[in-house]
């Protein structure tokens, strides 16, 4: 069931309708706009049709060229589009006046027949050439915001995040109760890293480690402690009597 209603007089705004049409059906679906040259199907009463769906629908988008307010049929009791209008009113259809274009002003008042004069006073959309796809998209998004119906069914709505720890999440590495010195680099991959409770350095992952907060303590003679790569010798000083030569190599 169309929420949206395209209301347009052939000659004045019906490229700009058909295009909005066609705009709001890829954002809503297909069925979700009643555009009367695409939607009335051949053999269908267009009178029955066409009121049935205004009465139904969530919205009435009405579209208004330059010509739109001097048009003598908007004084005609069977014109179309007035009935339409009309029609939507008296079964509670909200109607937005879209005015195509940038020359198009806002509706005077005055300047309407009697039973349209309410045209005027409600806030209006506009959708112009130079700015089509911007324009496009604030319709979609009011549109949105004023139908549940059509909130539901807006391709472009904000999807629900993913899992974080659903499949394929990223696995962080925890360490707790570390009163050592901890280092993880490299890439981790889907496998997390638990530490508890180490008592000296801990590496997950690929790259080097340094740790310069536990290294060993030595004392005494002949003491020797050799960190990383060693390319030179080793020399030991061993101490002697007082005022003896130490011994060296």
Same mark, same amino acid.
């Given at each position: 069931?169309?929420?949206?209603?395209?209301?347009?007089?052939?000659?004045?705004?019906? %490229?700009?309708?058909?295009?909005? +049409?066609?705009?709001? *059906?890829?954002?809503?679906?297909?069925?979700?706009?009643?555009?009367?040259?695409?939607?009335?199907?051949?053999?269908?009463?267009?009178?029955? %049709?066409?009121?049935k769906?205004?009465?139904?629908?969530?919205?009435? #988008?009405?579209?208004?060229?330059?010509?739109?307010? +001097?048009?003598?049929g908007?004084?005609?009791?069977?014109?179309?589009?007035?009935?339409e209008?009309?029609?939507?009113?008296?079964?509670?259809?909200?109607?937005?006046?879209?005015?195509?274009?940038?020359?198009?002003?806002?509706?005077?008042?005055?300047? #309407?027949?009697?039973?349209?004069r309410?045209?005027?006073?409600? $806030? *209006?959309?506009?959708?112009?050439?130079? +700015?089509?796809?911007k324009?496009?998209?604030?319709?979609?998004?009011?549109?949105?915001?004023?139908?549940?119906?059509?909130?539901?069914?807006?391709?472009?709505?904000?999807?629900?995040?993913?899992?974080?720890?659903?499949?394929?999440?990223?696995?962080?590495? #925890?360490?707790?109760?570390?009163?050592?010195f901890?280092?993880?680099?490299?890439?981790?991959?889907?496998?997390?890293?638990?530490?508890?409770?180490?008592t000296?350095?801990?590496?997950?992952?690929?790259?080097? $480690? $340094?740790?310069?907060?536990?290294?060993? $303590?030595?004392?005494?003679?002949?003491?020797?402690?050799v960190?990383?790569?060693?390319?030179?010798?080793? +020399?030991?000083?061993?101490?002697?009597?007082?005022?003896? %030569?130490?011994d060296?190599?």
């Amino acid at each position: 069931m169309p929420e949206i209603f395209v209301n347009y007089r052939t000659g004045d705004g019906n %490229e700009t309708a058909a295009l909005l +049409s066609e705009g709001l *059906s890829q954002r809503f679906g297909e069925d979700a706009v009643f555009f009367a040259g695409r939607s009335i199907r051949p053999g269908d009463a267009f009178s029955e %049709e066409l009121l049935k769906e205004v009465r139904r629908c969530d919205v009435l #988008l009405a579209v208004m060229g330059r010509s739109w307010l +001097s048009h003598p049929g908007l004084r005609e009791e069977g014109d179309w589009v007035r009935t339409e209008i009309q029609e939507a009113w008296q079964y509670g259809v909200r109607v937005i006046p879209v005015l195509s274009g940038r020359e198009m002003g806002r509706l005077d008042r005055e300047a #309407l027949p009697p039973a349209l004069r309410h045209l005027a006073e409600l $806030q *209006s959309l506009r959708i112009a050439s130079s +700015s089509y796809d911007k324009d496009l998209t604030a319709i979609g998004d009011e549109l949105a915001r004023l139908s549940p119906r059509l909130a539901e069914r807006d391709s472009r709505a904000a999807r629900p995040a993913e899992d974080p720890t659903g499949p394929g999440a990223p696995r962080n590495s #925890l360490t707790g109760d570390n009163s050592g010195f901890s280092l993880q680099a490299g890439r981790v991959g889907d496998i997390g890293t638990v530490v508890t409770n180490p008592t000296g350095p801990v590496n997950t992952g690929t790259g080097g $480690q $340094q740790n310069h907060t536990h290294q060993p $303590q030595l004392s005494g003679d002949g003491s020797a402690y050799v960190a990383g790569d060693n390319h030179g010798g080793i +020399s030991h000083r061993f101490g002697g009597a007082a005022g003896e %030569e130490a011994d060296s190599r």
